[in-house]
């Protein structure tokens, strides 16, 4: 017997993330030897249970022990952490995949940082002895984890507009005003649509991405130094206020650039995917674009470019965006939670919900160019 022989297809919306409310209205499958069978409530257990019947209770429990993991080489690795085997919970007994290929010594990193390093196989020969290496730089784990790179610098220029905007209206009661060399009414817009919200999407799609496409994660290289362009040259937009008009567009160019280059990469993530279904990542790589060009405009015509720069950023990318991982997620989310319930996604709702903010704007779009013409 060998351990790939358990090895079965369990689709990641058939598993739940948390425990169901309340608690004895989990599912109890009764077997009842050559009859068929049934499919109950823990809360109906004691209708099955006889006088002289042994009940066995299982206290242990999980603890997020699947490492998803890459060798130096790029191929794939996986640790589920079985037994701790000291008392710093550092070494454990471990099943280990690609088990035939590891050699003892071989480090596996996680986003490009040592996490896992293998010390031999076990007595049994089915599971391998493995190391958690070091604790580990929080800034390079920071910089090597798509979610939360991306997510902290979206909070951060988040933080940072606010507490520029609050300045900002604190002035108009005649106070001292910040440096403005741009309008702050259409800076603040501009942030608002490009500031933050791109940062969270990207951080959510390099790291759900590759699981909807059934891929291996990005290394770090590939969407790390088009990040930091990114958080840079927005995080720089506010303190360029103090410079020449032509600074802020400079970095909103850069800004435009860095966000191109994310875009391959997450297109680069499609192509190789075999899934069936790749409809979401591909409207969600239709609608960047746009986001793209918006950020674009404001890099070359500034204030000027206002009325395209929204159009394109709320219309076009924001909220197709938005509701394309709504459509997405909200299934899963709720095929986890409510007992009895299968996710589904009817289509003709995701090609109304993506429909009606791009007509939207496109409808913005006749009336403004009609309104020139006269």
């Known amino acids: 017997m060998r351990l790939e022989d358990f090895d079965y297809v369990l689709p990641e919306e058939r598993i739940a993330q948390h425990p169901v409310e309340p608690r004895d209205s989990a599912r109890l499958l009764v077997d009842q030897g050559s009859a068929a069978p049934l499919h109950r409530h823990v809360r109906d257990l004691g209708e099955f249970l006889r006088d002289g019947d042994l009940l066995v209770v299982n206290d242990t429990k999980v603890i997020p022990a699947r490492l998803r993991l890459q060798r130096a080489s790029g191929g794939a690795a996986e640790a589920l952490l079985l037994e701790p085997l000291d008392a710093e919970r550092r070494t454990w ?4 995949r690609p088990a035939k290929k590891l050699k003892a010594g071989e480090e596996l990193l996680c986003g490009g940082v040592p996490l896992v390093r293998v010390l031999r196989r076990s007595e049994t020969g089915d599971t391998m002895i493995i190391e958690l290496v070091g604790d580990g730089d929080p800034l390079a784990l920071l ?14 220029s988040l933080a940072l507009a606010a507490l520029w905007w ?19 009414s259409a800076l603040h817009a501009f942030l608002m649509v490009y500031g933050f919200a791109p940062f969270f999407m990207f951080g959510f799609l390099f790291t759900a991405g590759p699981r909807w496409l059934g891929v291996e994660p990005p290394p770090s290289a590939a969407w790390r130094p088009a990040g930091v362009a990114a958080a840079v040259a927005v995080l720089s937009l506010l303190p360029l206020q103090v410079a020449p008009a032509w600074a802020t567009q400079l970095a909103a160019g850069v800004y435009a650039l860095a966000w191109a280059v994310l875009l391959f990469r997450f297109v680069s993530l499609i ?21 793209c060009a918006g950020a674009a405009a404001f890099a070359i015509a500034g204030p000027a470019a206002h009325a ?39 289509w003709w709702l995701l090609a109304a919900m993506v429909a009606a903010p791009v007509a939207h704007g496109l409808v913005e779009c006749v009336i403004a160019w009609a309104g020139r013409s006269r």
């Open 143 to 156: 910089a090597a984890i798509p979610h939360r790179f991306f997510f902290l610098s979206g909070v951060s």
């Open 166 to 184: 609050a300045w900002t209206r604190v002035a108009r009661m005649g106070y001292a005003a910040p440096p403005a060399a741009v309008a702050p």
């Open 93 to 96: 007994e471990a099943m280990v």
């Open 308 to 346: 395209i720069v929204r159009l394109l950023g709320v219309w076009m990318f924001l909220l197709p965006v938005f509701v394309v991982v709504c459509h997405r997620m909200i299934p899963f989310f709720t095929a986890n939670v409510v007992p009895f319930v299968t996710s589904f996604r009817p």
């Open 271 to 291: 192509r190789p995917s075999t899934v069936a279904d790749k409809v979401h990542a591909r409207l969600v790589a239709f609608a960047l674009p746009a986001g």
